[in-house]
Every structure is written in structure tokens, then in C-alpha cells.
T-cell receptor, first 113, second 114 residues
Framework: GESVGLHLPTLSVQEGDNSIINCAYSNSASDYFIWYKQESGKGPQFIIDIRSNMDKRQGQRVTVLLNKTVKHLSLQIAATQPGDSAVYFCAESPPQAGTALIFGKGTTLSVSS | DTGVSQDPRHKITKRGQNVTFRCDPISEHNRLYWYRQTLGQGPEFLTYFQNEAQLEKSRLLSDRFSAERPKGSFSTLEIQRTEQGDSAMYLC????????????FGPGTRLTVL
């Protein structure tokens, strides 16, 4: 399943499918990006990050892709599991924001078994 | 548990009352952040400390809000004369000075102003 192109607030997938969550960031000068997972009633949990000098970074079951030309970030989750159900946020670190992270709109991922 | 902790987890108050929240960052982290999150939105930056110095404040931080980090360890966020619009989740995050900008978040304090 994939939230393609423009940001979609929800994504529903079957257990075992691959998920792709997309994010458009706002500032072309941002040099650092993070994906967070937030479960209901909890704080955001770090998943993976990427610096602007890279276009791809892989973690355990997750991959982040960065396309600076179109200011687009995506999170790929392989073999999605019910425990992956949560809201996913991308965050950028633009120079003029100091050290604050600027969060995008979240995508709610629902995984059915 | 060595993560970021926040207290209380939930606070219900009446409009006009003052409230204070506490954040205990990860012990070796010298940088501490406060964010506010309303339902369905991503966290919004409020303020940032490096050790005990408050170095950045957002325009969201009105005069009724004040934050301190007196000894460079725990931090408090106080809201005076609360308004219904202050109802939100208040999140604290911390990171070590050596990291790029990976911030570790606490569980948040859910504030409800009646």
C-alpha cells in the first residue's frame, strides 16, 4: 500500500504487505529529516533519519528515501505487521528554525491481519 | 527506564488556573525541547534549552507560558491563567549535544482545560 503523491491522512494495508508513506517537506534548505511513529497516547518514537547528502538509508524493515529535487521524503516499511499500526510523521530541520524540528502532517497506518 | 519522563501524564484544570509540568530528560542529554501537539496535528515547537540556558522560543509561547531548566537537568513548563485553547498534549524531548538532531520524546502530558 502507498500514500501516493499528495499527502494522504490514512493508509490501510494487509499484514505482510509493504507500506509506503509519503511526505512533502517545505524548506529546500533543510538538511536533516526524521521519521517518527506515534501510537495512541504516547510520544513520538524515532524510526529512522537521513541527512540531505544522502538519498537513501535503510534500517531494520524500514527504508527512507529522500528526493531533494521535489522536496519529497518517503518511508517504506517491509512486511508490515499489526504492531506497525500508528500515526507516522516526517520532520525536517531547516536552518532558520534553529534546532527545532518542523513536523509534517501525519499519516495513520492501519494494518489488518 | 532510561527514557524521557514527564509528569503528570494527565492534567485536568479549570480555566484561569495555573498548571506546571515537569520533564526529566535522558541523563546525558544537555539539550531539551518542549513541543505542543493538538489532536490530529504534528508536534509544534515551543522552546529549547541547552543546559540551563533557554536559547530559543517560538511565537506560540505567549506571555502566559514560562519554562525553566534551573540546573540543566529537569525542566518545568508553567502555564498561567489557562484558557480552553491551551488544551493539548505537551511533549518534552531531549538529545545529546553530539548528535545531529535526533530528538527523543517523552510520553507527554495531556492537558484538558474546562
Amino acid at each position: 500500500g502507498e500514500s501516493v503523491g499528495l499527502h494522504l491522512p490514512t493508509l490501510s494495508v494487509q499484514e505482510g504487505d509493504n507500506s509506503i508513506i509519503n511526505c512533502a517537506y517545505s524548506n529546500s534548505a533543510s538538511d536533516y529529516f526524521i521519521w517518527y511513529k506515534q501510537e495512541s497516547g504516547k510520544g513520538p518514537q524515532f524510526i529512522i533519519d537521513i541527512r540531505s547528502n544522502m538519498d537513501k538509508r535503510q534500517g531494520q524493515r524500514v527504508t527512507v528515501l529522500l528526493n531533494k529535487t521535489v522536496k519529497h521524503l518517503s518511508l517504506q516499511i517491509a512486511a508490515t505487521q499489526p504492531g506497525d499500526s500508528a500515526v507516522y510523521f516526517c520532520a525536517e530541520s531547516p536552518p532558520q528554525a534553529g534546532t527545532a524540528l518542523i513536523f509534517g502532517k501525519g499519516t495513520t497506518l492501519s494494518v489488518s491481519s | 527506564d532510561t527514557g524521557v519522563s514527564q509528569d503528570p501524564r494527565h492534567k485536568i484544570t479549570k480555566r484561569g488556573q495555573n498548571v506546571t509540568f515537569r520533564c526529566d530528560p535522558i541523563s546525558e542529554h544537555n539539550r531539551l525541547y518542549w513541543y505542543r501537539q493538538t489532536l490530529g496535528q504534528g508536534p509544534e515547537f515551543l522552546t529549547y534549552f541547552q543546559n540551563e540556558a533557554q536559547l530559543e522560543k517560538s511565537r506560540l509561547l505567549s506571555d502566559r507560558f514560562s519554562a525553566e531548566r534551573p540546573k540543566g537537568s529537569f525542566s518545568t513548563l508553567e502555564i498561567q491563567r489557562t484558557e480552553q485553547g491551551d488544551s493539548a498534549m505537551y511533549l518534552c524531548a531531549s538529545r545529546p549535544g553530539s548528535s545531529y538532531n535526533e530528538q527523543f520524546f517523552g510520553p507527554g502530558t495531556r492537558l484538558t482545560v474546562l
